[in-house]
């Protein structure tokens, strides 16, 4: 008799509902507040009931997208805002003789906030919030993500740069933090240009790829059908955390990887039966 195998798959959490319904009503300070109404699907107790996930992937989520609690409702700061925020706490730093990439106390910046004119754009629990997701463990501003973010958004605005154009326009938004092209391994494609020795950056991100590990190889060796294996696992580590297996496990599952003769890793796709 003939046996048959079903292999099972995990289906991760469906989460780009909550990522939609956050971003449809940002946070974009105290005089900018939508009608009640359009908030209730961001309430605690029925955001946890209707999004088709655990309690635990919500709450990460939430988490990793730097999300806050207000008024009893989860919402993503807007990136204006954020803007506005990072403007005003670079200059309130140079104003103090503070410098970005020193230890910072949370109180002593939220003290400068409080006692600035314009500060009431920022009440303390949001400066608190803010500071909590952008300082990293040693009580400093929190380099890459902060670079990330503006990276992004310069990004957003123009999809296609020169390295040297982009790091110049970078730079001049993080006040005394230094940005990094090795921050944005899963935001951006590198090309060389033909002719000359600069590099070309599109935008890329890793975030607008399936989820579904089929379907974002397809998409992944449809841009590039050959990559370095330090180039595309920026890529697939999203795929491999949401699915909780490990990344090699998912590269050799979807696709070749191959050695050049001076030791370089290649990946590409998976010969067609």
């Known amino acids: 008799m003939a046996t048959s195998f079903l292999e099972a798959k995990r289906i991760p ?17 105290p005089d900018e507040e939508p009608q009640p109404e359009a908030l209730a699907r961001l309430r605690v107790g029925g955001l946890f009931g209707d999004v088709q996930a655990s309690d635990c992937e919500i709450r ?12 009893g409702c989860y919402r993503l700061v807007s990136a204006g805002h954020l803007c506005r925020f990072f403007k005003m706490l670079f200059a309130l730093l140079t104003m103090n003789d503070l410098c970005s990439c020193s230890v910072l106390e949370k109180c ?46 310069l990004l957003k605005a123009r999809p296609i740069w020169l390295e040297s154009e982009f790091l110049s326009a970078w730079r001049q938004l993080l006040g005394d933090l230094e940005p990094s092209i090795s921050y944005l391994g899963d935001l951006i ?4 240009v033909p002719g000359m020795t600069e590099t070309r950056l599109a935008y890329f991100p890793a975030s607008r790829l399936p989820l579904e590990p089929e379907a974002r190889f397809a998409r992944l060796f449809e841009v590039r059908p050959r990559w370095e294996l330090t180039e595309i696992e920026p890529f697939v580590e999203g795929a491999a955390r949401a699915l909780e297996v490990e990344l090699l496990d998912l590269l050799v599952k979807h696709a070749r990887i191959s050695t050049t003769p001076n030791g370089i890793k290649i990946v590409t796709a998976l010969l067609s039966v």
């Open 189 to 192: 494609l590198k090309e060389p």
């Open 13 to 29: 959490g469906k989460l780009v509902k909550l990522k939609d319904w956050l971003e449809a009503c940002p946070y974009d300070g």
């Open 108 to 153: 002593t910046i939220m003290t400068l906030f409080a006692s600035d004119s314009e500060g009431e754009e920022f009440p303390p629990n949001v400066v608190e919030h803010l500071l909590s997701v952008y300082m990293d463990s040693t009580s400093r501003l929190d380099q890459r993500r902060i670079g990330r973010f503006f990276a992004e958004e």
């Open 60 to 71: 990460n989520f939430l988490s990793d997208s730097g999300a806050i609690l207000i008024n």
